[in-house]
């Protein structure tokens, strides 16, 4: 496969002119993004905004109408989500859905194995590993169906690390909790980012997210209407019209 470049040897992610349709409704109307390795980048906008089909097309769940994606410099666009995830693209989803009569720790061994492709000691070590980052190790043994939200959200996390991901996408992860909650969840990803995992999160809670990433990007209707410094993207007069202004995202 051909090596593409983005311009930028630090960049481990892509998306080149991206659009997507679904029929004659166009959702995502020339996206260009690049994620640099050990970074944690942000993604805002008003609902309808285009995020979380962003996220579909980086993580191979809906295929680019136009454009493409790249990953450590290679053109992935016709990888499925199987092969993406192997590669090293994992994914949290808004709403978790264990499974529920399993343990905390088979639903993580799952994730191992299907989604890494892990067998044997490495496989344990995996699962092992993802409990212990999530602070799941002391439930380990408990049924997925008798975890409150909280747990559920950790669990969540657990299984895409062990899927070992070089970048975690983590879609809307806050959303549902109280704010006690909330800040026990953003230390935890940000205890995530400082041990060197690469994060592109979208989230609608904007102070949890402005505690973690080091740059934004803001959408809205399908496009990019700025990124870069946190303060100075919140500060752009057409943020302020599309985000602040409109619904949440």
Excluded at 135 to 140: N, P, S, W
């Amino acid at each position: 496969m051909a090596n593409l470049q983005t311009g930028d040897p630090a960049v481990v992610l892509a998306a080149l002119g991206v659009s997507k349709h679904f029929g004659a409704l166009q959702v995502l109307h020339g996206v260009d993004l690049q994620v640099r390795q050990g970074e944690a980048l942000g993604i805002v906008g008003p609902n309808g905004a285009g995020k979380t089909t962003l996220f579909g097309v980086l993580a191979g769940t809906l295929p680019a109408s136009h454009g493409q994606v790249l990953f450590d410099g290679c053109d992935i666009s016709a990888w499925d989500t199987a092969r993406r995830c192997r590669a090293g693209i994992g994914r949290t989803h808004q709403v978790p859905r264990p499974f529920l009569s399993m343990s905390v720790a088979d639903n993580v061994r799952v994730a191992a194995q299907h989604g890494a492709g892990l067998r044997g000691m490495a496989e344990v070590a995996a699962v092992q590993q993802a409990l212990a980052r999530t602070g799941l190790d002391t439930l380990a043994t408990r049924p997925a169906d008798t975890l409150g939200l909280l747990d559920r959200k950790r669990l969540e996390l657990a299984r895409a690390l062990a899927t070992q991901p070089k970048v975690l996408l983590l879609d809307e992860i806050g959303g549902g909790l109280t704010e006690a909650e909330l800040l026990q969840l953003v230390a935890l990803v940000g205890s995530l980012h400082a041990q060197g995992l690469t994060l592109v999160w979208i989230e609608h809670v904007l102070h949890a997210l402005l505690k973690v990433v080091g740059r934004l990007v803001c959408m809205d209707a399908g496009a990019v209407l700025a990124e870069g410094e946190p303060a100075a993207v919140m500060a752009h007069p057409r943020v302020v019209q599309a985000y602040l202004g409109g619904a949440a995202a």
